[in-house]
């Protein structure tokens, strides 16, 4: 089956997060900053995406999948999205169209032998900062410790969720499991529960799938700064984050986010 082409998926986009603290999914903030409105989140653009690995390979993936995603073209709100694959060296490359251009890119693979689990004791366990200081090169300095106090998805949240991105797989209603999306949004959290931000921007993550989450579950975080850095007038962190499901771990991500724009730093 090397590099066939796999049957696409077309989703409508929906913006999420356009009431949320981050402004940059807020239309108008957004077109100050040059967009054409308020960007669907970066994490929902990787639901999209995973839709393709989990039709491949069903609950195995959500198991102990692994995944990239690079995001480098905004998606809005109502806009028809394309995600391809293609079968590529045992996995897939997956990439996302909108507008006729191409917004992400990545990749999923499922490794035929389950990866062994960090110890959360190797994460350091702190508490989600009671006050938040501003985002900086000292809040987020490199090998900064940060973590996400454990927080419920609800039978209502992940609903809604599922409603929200119109998504037609089954295994999720189904078997009752959280949808990766959701995975990947608490690095989001872990961030943003730390410091204040401003209009900021989820770039990319590296995935590393470790069991599936249940509805219903705790999610909480233990996550290290690895680097706090200039690119192109942006200020960028990367973190490496653990993310458990009621203290057992269901993912290890890298995950990097521009946290103080160029236009930010400009004005």
């Keep these: 089956m090397t590099d066939q082409l796999l049957a696409p998926y077309r989703v409508r986009a929906f913006n999420t997060a ?18 054409g409105g308020g960007l669907v989140p970066g994490v929902d653009v990787y639901g999209y995406m995973s839709h393709l690995p989990v039709t491949r390979w069903g609950r195995a993936w959500l198991e102990r999948g692994t995944a990239e995603c690079r995001f480098f073209k905004p998606v809005y709100d109502g806009d028809e999205v394309t995600v391809t694959a293609r079968e590529s060296g045992g996995g897939i490359e997956i990439a996302v169209e909108s507008r006729c251009e191409v917004c992400a890119s990545g990749r999923a693979d499922l490794p035929e032998t389950p990866p062994q689990a960090p110890a959360p004791g190797a994460f350091g366990n702190v508490p989600q900062r009671p006050e938040r200081p501003p985002a900086d090169e000292a809040s987020l300095a490199a090998e900064t410790w940060l973590g ?24 999720y209603r189904d078997e009752g499991l959280l949808h990766p999306r959701d995975i990947l949004r608490a690095c989001n959290f872990v961030i943003s529960r730390n410091v204040v931000l401003g209009p900021w921007i989820h770039t990319g993550s590296k995935i590393q799938l470790l069991a599936a989450a249940r509805v219903g579950d705790r999610l909480s975080a233990r996550a290290r700064v690895t680097a706090n850095y200039e690119h192109k007038g942006h200020r960028f962190v990367d973190v490496d984050a653990l993310v458990l499901a009621n203290e057992t771990p269901v993912a290890r991500i890298v995950h990097t986010a521009i946290y103080r724009p160029r236009q930010v730093a400009a004005a």
């Design 18 to 35: 356009h009431d949320s603290e981050n402004k940059i999914h807020d239309d108008a903030t957004a077109r100050r900053f040059g967009f």
């Design 148 to 171: 996400l106090d454990p927080y419920p998805v609800t039978p209502e949240m992940a609903a809604r969720y599922l409603a929200d991105s119109h998504e037609s797989a089954t295994i």
